[in-house]
């Protein structure tokens, strides 16, 4: 049985009530993921698990902002524990550092206990002490009468725990743009919801690929297909096709958001970076509905986003995946859409 040390950062700053209600979110989350028992106080969550795969997927949890795997003991038993842990992990080390942490009320500070235990240490173990860069760290936690201790700590995706901020529906092409909007609006708290529009078999496995990768930070994600070629071949390739396809997609979107009780809609849009993401064009596109779009990587240029692709794992999913251009695309997409020309063409494609 392992024990892992679970932090988060978000969640301490809000009010009683929020703080206890998102902590519930986050604990119900870390269990649908591993296979564990947990038990909390404030501000750490200990999770008890034999899940071999337990510090992978625990970096995937939104809402923890890090954690460590530890060994917990009495504190009367703390300098035998101690010394036992120094010995397995600074053999072979140059130099070392231990960072005690207190919290409660005892008789002794912080300070006592690393100058105790590493008088000890090094009278044991042939090796130095080095606080600004050490090779080693352990760290101790006392919390009471009870002690952890650890020398990792790794990191979590952060964030708020998903599901707290309510849904969205998110238009989800399976490129790189999308897969990293999706994330981040998972990170943020939201539960979110797939739709994808078919237009091809090789499309629909790019966002198959993407949607696997994804699904890691959420075994509970869901990827819609609703087919949407038909009413791209009745466009014909105009110059306007990217601005009507964009539009429909959103109407459609959006009556799904009705449907499941979804709060916006979310888009991979970043603003100039294709002929559809114009602050013009987006304009015209947002008209469509009466939904929130919600666009986070609208302020990113194309390497910012594949960074976070490839900090996600989606960026290698879409390079394996078919690479393939929109066949409806025309030769040259408008740039300053008008909207009384939009509409004007709806009007006729609906007779």
Sequence with gaps: MMLYLVRYDEIALKSEHVRKKWEEVLIKNIEQAIDCSISRERGRIWVYSEDEKAKEKLRKIFGITSFSPCISCELGNLKHEAMKFAGEVLKDKKSFALRVKRVGKHSFTSIDVARELGEEIINKIPIKVDLKSPEKEVFIEIRENRCYIYDEIIP?????????????????????????????????????????????????????????????????????????????????????????????????????AIEIGAKGIVTGDSLGQVASQTLDNLFVISQAIYYPIYRPLIGMDKQEIISLARKIGTYEKYLEAPQLSCPYAPKKPVVKAELDKVLEIEKCLKR
Aim: glycine content about 8%; aromatic content about 8%.
């Design 156 to 256: 979590g995706v952060g964030g708020l725990p998903l599901g707290v901020e309510g849904k969205v529906i998110s238009l989800f092409s399976g490129g790189i743009d999308s897969g990293v909007a999706t994330w981040l609006m998972m990170k943020r708290g939201c539960e979110v919801m797939l739709v994808h529009f078919y237009i091809s078999k090789e499309s629909y496995e790019s966002a198959c690929l993407c949607y696997e990768v994804l699904k890691e930070y959420n075994p509970e994600l869901k990827l819609i297909k609703i087919e949407h070629s038909n009413f791209l071949r009745k466009i014909d390739k105009q110059n306007y096709t990217c601005i009507l396809c964009k539009r429909e997609m959103l109407r459609k979107a959006q009556e799904i």
